[in-house]
C-alpha cells in the first residue's frame, strides 16, 4: 500500500488532456514539495516535474504540475502516442521517519 | 554530461550475497546524495536508501532498514547496494539515482534528479 495515492490507470485519445492526482497527507504533500516521473516501457523513470510545478531543460511545458494542500496533480496537454507509460508522483514525508515516498504509479494508456 | 553507469544483470541462488555498483560521472561526485530505488516485476517504485559520498551519511527506508547495506566510495565515484542473504522476494530490478535533497523554509526538496540504466537481480527459488 503507497503512502501517496494515485488511479491505477487513465486513457484518452491523441490531443486531448489527461490528469493524474496524487493524494497524500500533511506530512508529506501538505508539507514538501513533489516531483513526478515518466517510466517508458522498459526504461528507467525520468524526472517530469520537479519541486512541485518546475520542468527540467528538454521536458515539453505540454507537462504542468500544480499542487494544492495534500494533493499534486500532472497534467499532459496535446496527448501523444509516445506519452504512453507509468507515471509516479514522489516526494519527502516526515511522518515516521518515511522519508521518500511515492505513489503506486499511473499507467497512462493513448487511445 | 552526467551519467550514472550501473553493474550488470546478476543471477544468484537464494542464501547468497550480492553487492550492485553505480558510477557517476559528469560532476563532482561527493557533493550529491544517491539513492537507490527498487521495482520488483510488474509493479511500482520504491525508495530504499540514499546515501551521501562524502561523508557516507545515509538514510534507509523503514521497509528496507536491515535488509540491505548501502556503502560509497567516492575515490572511485561508486556507491554500493549490497546483501548478505538474498531471497527470491529480492528479484527486482533496482535503480540508482541522483538526488537532489535538503530543507527549506518551505519543505523538503526531495526529487530524483538523474536515474541509471538498472540492473536486474534474479533470485530464482
Known amino acids: 500500500q503507497s503512502v501517496l495515492t494515485q488511479p491505477p490507470s487513465l486513457s484518452a485519445a491523441p490531443g486531448q488532456k489527461v490528469t493524474i492526482s496524487c493524494s497524500g497527507s500533511t506530512s508529506n504533500i501538505g508539507s514538501n514539495y513533489v516531483s513526478w516521473y515518466q517510466q517508458l516501457p522498459g526504461t528507467a523513470p525520468k524526472v517530469l516535474i520537479y519541486d512541485d510545478n518546475k520542468r527540467p531543460s528538454g521536458i515539453p511545458d505540454r507537462f504542468s504540475g500544480s499542487k494544492s494542500g495534500t494533493s499534486a496533480t500532472l497534467d499532459i496537454a496535446g496527448l501523444q502516442t509516445g506519452d504512453e507509460a507509468d507515471y509516479y508522483c514522489g516526494t519527502w514525508d516526515t511522518d515516521l521517519n518515511r522519508g521518500a515516498v511515492l505513489g503506486g504509479g499511473t499507467k497512462v494508456t493513448v487511445l | 554530461e552526467v551519467q550514472l553507469v550501473q553493474s550488470g544483470a546478476e543471477v544468484r541462488k537464494p542464501g547468497e550475497s550480492l553487492k550492485i555498483s553505480c558510477e557517476g560521472s559528469g560532476y563532482t561526485f561527493a557533493s550529491y546524495w544517491i539513492a537507490w530505488v527498487r521495482q520488483m516485476p510488474g509493479m511500482g517504485l520504491e525508495w530504499m536508501g540514499i546515501?551521501?559520498?562524502?561523508?557516507?551519511?545515509?538514510r534507509y527506508s523503514p521497509s528496507f532498514q536491515g535488509q540491505v547495506n548501502i556503502s560509497a566510495d567516492k575515490s572511485i565515484s561508486t556507491v554500493f547496494l549490497q546483501w548478505n542473504s538474498l531471497k527470491a522476494s529480492d528479484t527486482a530490478m533496482y535503480y540508482c539515482a541522483r538526488v537532489i535533497y535538503h530543507y527549506t523554509s518551505s519543505g523538503y526538496r526531495f526529487y530524483f534528479e538523474y536515474w541509471g540504466q538498472g540492473a536486474l537481480v534474479s533470485v530464482p527459488s
Open positions: 546515501i551521501f559520498p562524502g561523508d557516507s551519511d545515509t
